[in-house]
């Protein structure tokens, strides 16, 4: 078994964790229009529902700062390991009681498990990677995502609101089950002054005992990274810290208002607002969610060849361009005019939206925030991004509703592409590259303590385990 076949699988069971946590965040996308008909069971209004789908990110408000530091605290692995119990937790809620308020507990308790692996499984999977493979495995995290939106697109269409929960506390078991075999980051073993554990895991993921030379430089560079407390002040230690802390900020909250939730949230809604009954509307949903996965996966396999930078510039220029398309479309629907012979302009529109942003945007977020902050400021780092995450991600569900209430759906899909083309600007004038770059280097270009000399003993190492292990 070689050294990319068991970062590909270490990486896999690590993001087997989102894949189980996408499914509690986009639970009831599929149940939206039963919750507000008269045959529900939990009968609630359209400001209930919305209230309900944003609701989540006060969980993830709660949980991300709290997840991070316990990463630094007990452990990449074990933290992670505990969004299992969250996501069943949150499905036994959901299978024994039929009461709003009790929802609200499951979106929040649903939001904590979201927090942890939204602060856990980024920098988890960059301390196991090479940098030849990182881009493709940190992309495997959206790719997961959209698996387990894909998987409660399905099943919440197609199995009652009971036996929708059952399937969706099988994957709880599935992921402990697997994670649990996985080797803990060296980069953590190593922060806990445990180098035999660190030698141990790099030696499994590598799979090559002759690990002693990237062990000593990745030791070093530990070292001095932890040569600070790693507390919030050192994320503003120089002039290149606080501009990589920004740059991280600024992008997460481009993707994040840039209209991916809200569009997942409300897909079927949406759908259904120009369905010419050649398909469904949930089928249309289902297809989307196949597409995002397929999308985001191609775009892990691209992004170390292509670039962070390109991808991420170019995806956020023609996904904001798309979303114009949507919304005039909505608009002129909307004024009354026949457009009905047009609908597949909105469906292009949508799928096309979703796909350009998750070939760049949506994945390569994640990768930039697992390599724009060093070891040492990593887990705060990861916390305080997911609390950015919250507020926008709250902002964008709450908002999509009350505008679509007061202005007409078309204006959400404008104020998305307002935000994607400032965006667009943004990171075409600030953005650096980082891909082929070890953590190392990207550190001293950052304002690390880490020495150049350093970081070209992790490359030369990684290049040549690259020739003998590669399979």
């Excluded at 944003?54 to 408000?61: N, P, S």
């Excluded at 009681?97 to 999977?125: E, F």
């Excluded at 075409?428 to 891909?435: G, N, Y």
């Amino acid at each position: 078994m070689g050294a990319t076949f068991r970062q590909y699988f270490a990486s896999t069971a690590c993001t087997m964790s989102v894949a189980i946590l996408a499914t509690c965040f986009n639970w009831m996308e599929p149940l939206m229009n039963y919750f507000i008909s008269p045959e529900s069971e939990i009968p609630m209004t359209t400001s209930d529902s919305s209230w309900l789908v944003a609701f989540v990110e006060i969980g993830e408000l709660l949980g991300t700062v709290p997840a991070g530091m316990l990463a630094d605290r007990i452990g990449r692995k074990k933290v992670l390991l505990l969004s299992g119990p969250v996501s069943l937790l949150a499905w036994l809620l959901v299978l024994t009681t039929r009461n709003i308020v009790v929802l609200y507990v499951v979106r929040c308790i649903s939001g904590i498990g979201v927090a942890i692996a939204y602060a856990c499984a980024p920098m988890y999977i960059a301390e196991i990677s090479e940098p030849r493979i990182r881009g493709e495995l940190s992309g495997q995290f959206q790719t997961m995502w959209y698996i387990g939106i894909l998987y409660s697109y399905i099943t919440g269409h197609y199995l009652s609101y009971q036996n929708y929960a059952y399937a969706c506390c099988v994957g709880p078991f599935i992921f402990v089950a697997f994670f649990y075999l996985m080797p803990e980051s060296p980069y953590y073993e190593l922060m806990v002054d445990r180098p035999k554990n660190a030698i141990k895991a790099l030696r499994w993921l590598r799979s090559t005992k002759d690990v002693d030379e990237e062990f000593q430089s990745i030791k070093k560079s530990v070292e001095q990274d932890m040569k600070c407390k790693g507390g919030w002040r050192d994320l503003f230690a120089t002039k290149k810290d606080t501009k990589a802390f920004l740059i991280v900020q600024t992008v997460c909250i481009i993707k994040y208002l840039n209209g991916i939730p809200a569009v997942l949230a409300y897909a079927t809604q949406i759908f259904a607002q120009s369905s010419n009954g050649t398909l469904k509307d949930h089928e249309l949903t289902i297809g989307l969610g196949v597409l995002l996965c397929i999308t985001t996966f191609c775009s892990a396999m691209i992004s170390d060849s292509v670039g962070r930078r390109p991808l991420l510039i170019y995806s956020t220029l023609i996904s904001a361009t798309f979303n114009i398309f949507t919304g005039t479309y909505l608009f002129l629907s909307h004024q009354g005019y026949d457009v009905s012979d047009y609908s597949w302009v909105m469906y292009v529109s949508i799928a096309g939206f979703c796909i350009v942003s998750n070939i760049g945007l949506g994945p390569l977020m994640l990768t930039i925030q697992a390599e724009y902050f060093p070891s040492h400021t990593r887990g705060i780092g990861g916390g305080i991004t997911g609390i950015t995450t919250s507020v926008a991600v709250f902002i964008n569900l709450k908002q999509y509703q009350t505008v679509e209430d007061f202005f007409g759906v078309y204006v959400n899909f404008w104020i998305f592409a307002l935000i994607g083309y400032l965006g667009t600007m943004f990171m075409h004038i600030v953005l650096p590259e980082t891909a082929g770059k070890s953590l190392g280097q990207i550190q001293q270009n950052s304002g690390s303590t880490e020495t150049i000399e350093d970081a070209g003993k992790i490359e030369n190492t990684l290049n040549t385990e690259e020739n003998s292990t590669k399979v």
